[in-house]
């Protein structure tokens, strides 16, 4: 058995007992998913029915934009290819790629396409074949070079997946409350905690919180850390050149857990879905929440957002001190990968060459930007972007700081292996409910990275 299938079957069980804790193959081709110009001219011609599975994770309200984009390129796809229909499967993002996407890996049959994290997790789908490197199609479409960047999709040369858009993280915020107030936006982390106190002083929340899913309350701990121990920090633990337990790491998980006994964020936060973070604001029972820029669509829909419809601000997480540069996460992990025995189908092949074509493309980059709030992946010309976002005060605000922004970085998650992501969700939510110190934490995880790296 080879390695890959080995730490897919450990993984699923450590998802399985993790989410409860919480809360048939295509006719196999060629290896390299080429075809020659007589398969490729079948697959056009035939009219012969066939099916695509798609695997999305754009469930629930609040993404239905998204979902709808979804929709268009797929009916625009099936429109192109003769017999084509696409299934379209959804499932919440955590169940996909913690439960659904490891059974299915380990089994060796997932979806023809379907959504995933580019690394670490597609990376180690493909060291057992079940990924397909679609560069030789991004060379026919042309848009292999168009993209800011898919490093996170890339093993050995080879590029097994697409990421749809980017996101930064920061704080969306009451503007009413803060101008009724005269807040300004913080500069240092003081002002930022002189903030919260004012708001909790108030009777307010200072920080929307939901943590029932621990990559939630983690954006926060995540953003600290890179401001106590450094940006690049995050890049050494598979390397076992930095240490979780570090005391300046060790800082940024106090500092945490400094805001959760000061009662900065909603009580009862571990039992709540991430989908009532966003209530918490739109209430106004909080008065700042730490998210995605994806949260943007929800503040620029009126359905959604009711009486705080365009009444939202967002600032990024500052600095410790004045001058040391804006630090964030600027993420492109999240998109689409395939199946190599899709791939291997000559008429599978072309389908989802159409789909890449009919997805990956400025017009689609810039609606989403609009319609959803999501970073374009592709390359675009600022004047677009600007073009695009005119008059919606929010995602321009958004576009705007990026321009102060000094460092950047993935997401952990993207730079750690499972069970070390695992186990830091296990602890951090542990240090919520009060049963670990911040040291205990650092000790904890770094246990799990060190067996990790000696794993590898």
Same mark, same amino acid.
Request: aromatic residues 8%; charged residues 25%.
């Given at each position: 058995?080879?390695?890959? =299938?080995?730490?897919?079957?450990?993984?699923?069980?450590?998802?399985?007992?993790?989410?409860?804790?919480?809360?048939?193959?295509?006719?196999?081709?060629?290896?390299?998913?080429?075809?020659?110009?007589?398969?490729?001219?079948?697959?056009?011609?035939?009219?012969?029915?066939?099916?695509?599975? =798609?695997?999305?994770?754009?469930?629930?309200?609040?993404?239905?934009?998204?979902?709808?984009?979804?929709?268009?390129?797929?009916?625009?796809?099936?429109?192109?290819?003769?017999g084509l229909s696409v299934k379209l499967d959804g499932v919440e993002s955590e169940v996909n790629r913690k439960e659904k996407l490891r059974a299915e890996m380990t089994n060796g049959d997932p979806p023809d396409i379907f959504d995933a994290f580019g690394s670490p997790d597609v990376k180690l789908y493909a060291e057992n074949g079940l990924v397909a490197d679609i560069a030789p199609i991004l060379d026919e479409l042309g848009i292999k070079?168009?993209?800011?960047?898919?490093?996170?999709?890339?093993?050995?040369?080879?590029?097994?997946?697409?990421?749809?858009?980017?996101?930064?993280?920061?704080?969306?915020?009451?503007?009413?409350?803060?101008?009724?107030?005269?807040?300004?936006?913080?500069?240092?982390?003081?002002?930022?905690?002189?903030?919260?106190?004012?708001?909790?002083?108030?009777?307010?929340?200072?920080?929307?919180?939901?943590?029932?899913?621990?990559?939630?309350?983690?954006?926060?701990?995540?953003? =600290?850390?890179?401001?106590?121990?450094?940006?690049?920090?995050?890049?050494?633990?598979?390397?076992?050149?930095?240490?979780?337990?570090?005391?300046?790491?060790?800082?940024?998980?106090?500092?945490?857990?400094?805001w959760l006994k000061k009662g900065y964020f909603k009580q009862g936060e571990l039992g709540l879905e991430y989908a009532t973070q966003r209530n918490q604001i739109i209430n106004e029972e909080a008065i700042m929440m730490y998210d995605g820029s994806w949260a943007t669509s929800v503040f620029a829909d009126k359905a959604q957002s009711g009486k705080m419809f365009e009444k939202v601000g967002f600032f990024m997480m500052p600095p410790l001190?004045?001058?040391?540069?804006?630090?964030?996460?600027?993420?492109?992990?999240?998109?689409?990968?395939?199946?190599?025995?899709?791939?291997?189908?000559?008429?599978?092949?072309?389908?989802?060459?159409?789909?890449?074509?009919?997805?990956?493309?400025?017009?689609?980059?810039?609606?989403?930007?609009?319609?959803?709030?999501?970073?374009?992946?592709?390359?675009?010309?600022?004047?677009?972007?600007?073009?695009?976002?005119?008059?919606?005060?929010?995602?321009?605000?958004?576009?705007?700081?990026?321009?102060?922004?000094?460092?950047?970085?993935?997401?952990?998650?993207? =730079?750690?292996?499972?069970?070390?992501?695992?186990?830091?969700?296990?602890?951090?939510?542990?240090?919520?409910?009060?049963?670990?110190?911040?040291?205990?934490?650092?000790?904890?995880?770094?246990?799990?990275?060190?067996?990790?790296?000696?794993?590898?």
């Amino acid at each position: 058995m080879k390695k890959g =299938l080995v730490l897919l079957t450990t993984l699923l069980f450590i998802a399985t007992t993790a989410l409860t804790g919480c809360g048939g193959g295509a006719k196999e081709g060629s290896s390299n998913g080429t075809t020659t110009p007589e398969t490729e001219k079948k697959a056009e011609t035939s009219s012969e029915p066939f099916e695509l599975k =798609l695997r999305h994770t754009q469930v629930g309200e609040s993404k239905k934009n998204r979902f709808n984009i979804l929709q268009d390129v797929v009916k625009t796809t099936e429109g192109e290819i003769a017999g084509l229909s696409v299934k379209l499967d959804g499932v919440e993002s955590e169940v996909n790629r913690k439960e659904k996407l490891r059974a299915e890996m380990t089994n060796g049959d997932p979806p023809d396409i379907f959504d995933a994290f580019g690394s670490p997790d597609v990376k180690l789908y493909a060291e057992n074949g079940l990924v397909a490197d679609i560069a030789p199609i991004l060379d026919e479409l042309g848009i292999k070079d168009q993209f800011l960047s898919h490093t996170q999709w890339e093993k050995d040369g080879k590029i097994y997946g697409l990421p749809v858009g980017a996101s930064i993280e920061g704080y969306f915020y009451n503007k009413e409350y803060f101008e009724k107030n005269k807040i300004e936006i913080p500069k240092t982390m003081a002002e930022l905690d002189a903030i919260a106190e004012k708001v909790k002083k108030d009777g307010k929340i200072p920080f929307a919180i939901a943590s029932k899913d621990a990559w939630v309350p983690l954006m926060t701990t995540n953003n =600290l850390w890179t401001y106590y121990a450094g940006a690049e920090v995050t890049k050494g633990f598979a390397k076992g050149e930095t240490k979780w337990n570090d005391p300046k790491m060790i800082e940024a998980f106090a500092k945490h857990d400094e805001w959760l006994k000061k009662g900065y964020f909603k009580q009862g936060e571990l039992g709540l879905e991430y989908a009532t973070q966003r209530n918490q604001i739109i209430n106004e029972e909080a008065i700042m929440m730490y998210d995605g820029s994806w949260a943007t669509s929800v503040f620029a829909d009126k359905a959604q957002s009711g009486k705080m419809f365009e009444k939202v601000g967002f600032f990024m997480m500052p600095p410790l001190n004045a001058g040391d540069g804006y630090s964030i996460m600027f993420d492109s992990n999240n998109g689409y990968a395939f199946s190599q025995k899709a791939i291997d189908d000559p008429k599978k092949r072309e389908a989802i060459k159409a789909f890449i074509k009919n997805l990956y493309n400025e017009e689609m980059q810039l609606r989403g930007l609009k319609e959803d709030g999501v970073i374009p992946s592709m390359k675009v010309e600022q004047a677009k972007l600007n073009e695009t976002a005119k008059g919606n005060e929010l995602l321009e605000a958004i576009l705007a700081q990026m321009g102060e922004v000094k460092y950047t970085w993935p997401a952990f998650d993207a =730079l750690v292996q499972a069970d070390v992501n695992t186990a830091l969700s296990q602890q951090i939510q542990k240090m919520i409910s009060g049963q670990a110190t911040p040291q205990q934490v650092g000790d904890e995880v770094q246990k799990v990275q060190d067996e990790a790296n000696a794993a590898q």
